[in-house]
Structure formats: structure tokens, C-alpha cells
């Protein structure tokens, strides 16, 4: 007569508990976006900006200068551009709880449709982005601001935007449970690829004297 296996009556409680302890990851996705993106933009952005003006402008001052008004200017638009993109999710979502309500002859307030129904909050995702734009930009701007030697301000700007760029494609996917190889290489070679054509064009363009 076989036995019965032996049960752990605490593999039931483990179970429910480990249940209870899963995190929809998709619920991050809204600030999560808006962070990840931002700072990535203004990492790519800035220095991008900042290698094109260097490679016709050896001066510290013009590359500093142009990498400073890239960070305001790209911090303003981040902004002004989630704060619309996301209102206008917001009104849509809006909208379609007030359809669902008369259908179903139900009436809620707009403050218990932001707690129940997790509607996007536009200020939130603007504030996210500018500051995690403003994060990003700060790093070349930093990395370029006390060298004067052009060659070595260049060799220091692209390698701390290297490792800028894995630490921010790492943080995105680990935050959102993602592969995080494949999220930083992706992050890594669009960085490199956005500052060398910015580079090249603009050593381009300045030598034909446009």
C-alpha cells in the first residue's frame, strides 16, 4: 500500500503569501516611461548637442554653454510635451468612465474616478520627465566642465555617457522586470550612434564652411 507524501501544512500559507506579494509591474509603466525616457534624452540629447558644437568649437566655454541651454530647453519641452501628451490620455479616460457610468445608471465624483479607476496624472509624468531629463543632461555637462583639453574633454564626455547610458538601460529594465542585456545594449548603441552622426555632420558641414 503506497504512503501518502507527507504535506507541509505551511506550503499553503507559503503559496497565497507569494501570491499576495506579486507586483503588477505594468502599473509602473506611466512614470516609469516618462523617467526612463527623459533621462535618456537628455543624457543622448545634451551631449549629442554638445559633441557637434565641439567638433567645429574646441573652446570649454562654447561646448559648456551649449550643453546648459540644451538641458533648459530640453527640460522645458519634456515637460510641456508629457503634461499635454498625458492630459489628453487623461481626457479620453475621462470620458469613457463618464459613458460607462450611464450605461450603468451610476454617478462617482472625478476625485473617486482618479483613486479607482488609476487615471494618469499629468503633472506627475511632467515633473518626472523634466527632472529625469534634467538628470541626464547633467552628466556630459559635468564631465566636460574642467577639462580644457579638447581631445581628453571629448574622451571623458563619451565615457561617462557610456556608463550613464548602461546605468540608465540597467535601472529601466530592472525596475520593469525586463531583460536588461538586450534593454541596455539598445540604450548603449543609440547613444554612441546619436553622438557620432552629430559629431560627423556637424565636423562635416563646419570644414565646407557653411
Not at 516618462?34 to 558644437?53: E, F, I, Q, R
Not at 567638433?55 to 554653454?65: D, Q, W
Not at 522586470?177 to 543609440?190: N, Y
Request: hydrophobic content about 50%; glycine content about 12%.
Amino acid at each position: 500500500m503506497a504512503s501518502n507524501p507527507i504535506q507541509n501544512p505551511n506550503s499553503s500559507i507559503l503559496e497565497q503569501g507569494d501570491i499576495e506579494q506579486e507586483f503588477d509591474y505594468s502599473k509602473r509603466s506611466q512614470w516609469l516611461r516618462a523617467a526612463v525616457l527623459g533621462a535618456n534624452d537628455g543624457l543622448v540629447s545634451t551631449a549629442s548637442l554638445m559633441m557637434g558644437v565641439g567638433a567645429v568649437k574646441h573652446a570649454i566655454k562654447a561646448m559648456v554653454l551649449a550643453g546648459f541651454a540644451g538641458l533648459v530647453a530640453g527640460a522645458c519641452s519634456m515637460a510641456i510635451g508629457e503634461f499635454v501628451s498625458v492630459y489628453s490620455q487623461l481626457d479620453i479616460e475621462l470620458a469613457q468612465l463618464k459613458r460607462d457610468e450611464k450605461r450603468a445608471g451610476v454617478a462617482t465624483s472625478e476625485e473617486e474616478k482618479r483613486e479607482g479607476g488609476n487615471l494618469p496624472n499629468p503633472i506627475q509624468a511632467a515633473a518626472a520627465s523634466a527632472l529625469a531629463f534634467s538628470v541626464g543632461a547633467m552628466v556630459p555637462l559635468l564631465a566636460a566642465s574642467f577639462i580644457e583639453e579638447y581631445r581628453v574633454r571629448v574622451g571623458v564626455v563619451v565615457a561617462a555617457v557610456s556608463v550613464a547610458l548602461v546605468g540608465f538601460g540597467w535601472l529601466g529594465a530592472a525596475l520593469g522586470r525586463a531583460p536588461a542585456g538586450r534593454a541596455t545594449a539598445r540604450v548603449l548603441v543609440g547613444g554612441w550612434l546619436a553622438m557620432a552622426l552629430t559629431f560627423g555632420l556637424t565636423k562635416l558641414i563646419g570644414s565646407k564652411g557653411l
